[in-house]
């Protein structure tokens, strides 16, 4: 399968009045054309700086990469300066954000909005833009887009302008999209609707799409691989057999514990404790202090990387035949 992007050895990091917050802790993924990964966490893991350290968003000058190479199309995005970020910006690398009202100005018509970028990057007439805006309204389920293409978007529910906002992401048919929580906002009825919407649309155009999300039900219904991020790091990839049925590791057992599902009995167990304090990171593994089965040399050294099978991947001492299990002759928990 062709790599549309790859990201590798991403540091992220905010300088604020507290101290340096490391953000991301040396993130390395790869994105293939016409697949969904799913990144996966809970908030503060770094899912959303990631995403943004591709669209080239890190707020400056508070925050910045500090190492890494975000490698589309032959170039390091991680390099690249805002003009060249901006050519690529929603025509090469799309991204939509869990409320459609931040991406909508309310002032302006859903046509012009959604044909603003169509006259910008590829100079097409007014005509010609239109015709695509209201192919594209049609395309993402807008009845009557003749009538809706001159309305504003206060008169649209929730779940349509959502349905807009993907349009606009999509009409400059980009490689990628990037979905932040995509229907966070969204009821129940709706989010499925959207993200069914999600599937055609990668059917029709053969985007590859990054999803950002806390839910893992919204992941189980979309998304090819999963890479399952935790304080700053990804902790765990793989298909999404390997992360819903096969998991390694302990937070990926965690957060599988503490959602309903429908092929499982037995009560809900969220994972006990918070996340570690990313101003200063722990040097070993950052889920220490949560995990029911940490080893000592948990707490000194980050496990590498473990291939289990295929796409499946695991940062973990339980996975790592140096870490001996069980306790030695002292009583105390065996490391390599
Ligand atoms: Fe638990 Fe150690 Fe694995 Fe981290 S490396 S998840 S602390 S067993």
Known sequence: MEKVLQVHDLHVQFSTFGGIVHA????????????????????????SVTSQSIMGLIPTPHGRITKGKIQYGGRDLAKLKEADLRKIRGVDISMIFQDPMTALNPTI??????????????????SSAKRKGLEYLE??????????????????????????????ALI???DILIADEPTTALDVTIQAQILDLFRQIQK?????????????????QVADRIAVMYAGKIVETGSRR????????????????SIPRLDQEGELIPIAGSPPDLFAPPQGCPFTARCDYAMEVCVRVYP??????????????LEDER???????AGKNSYY
């Open 204 to 220: 029709q155009t053969g985007v590859s799409i990054i999803l950002i999300t806390h839910d893992m039900g919204v992941v189980a």
């Open 323 to 329: 870490a001996g299990l069980g306790r030695n002759a």
């Open 109 to 126: 018509t859903i046509g012009e909005q959604i044909t603003e970028g169509l006259m910008e990057h590829q100079k097409l007439s007014k």
């Open 304 to 317: 590498e990387r473990t291939h289990i099978q295929d796409a499946h991947l695991v940062n973990c001492w």
């Open 139 to 168: 395309m993402v389920g807008i009845a009557n887009p003749d009538i809706r293409f001159k309305q504003y978007p206060h008169q649209f529910s929730g779940g349509m302008r959502q349905r807009i906002v993907i349009a606009m």
């Open 172 to 174: 400059c048919e980009p």
């Open 24 to 47: 991301v802790r040396g993130v390395s993924f790869s994105l293939y054309r016409g697949e969904t990964l799913a990144i996966v966490g809970e908030s503060g893991c770094g899912k």
């Open 242 to 257: 390997d992360i819903f049925y096969h998991a390694r590791h302990p937070y990926t057992k965690g957060l599988l514990q």
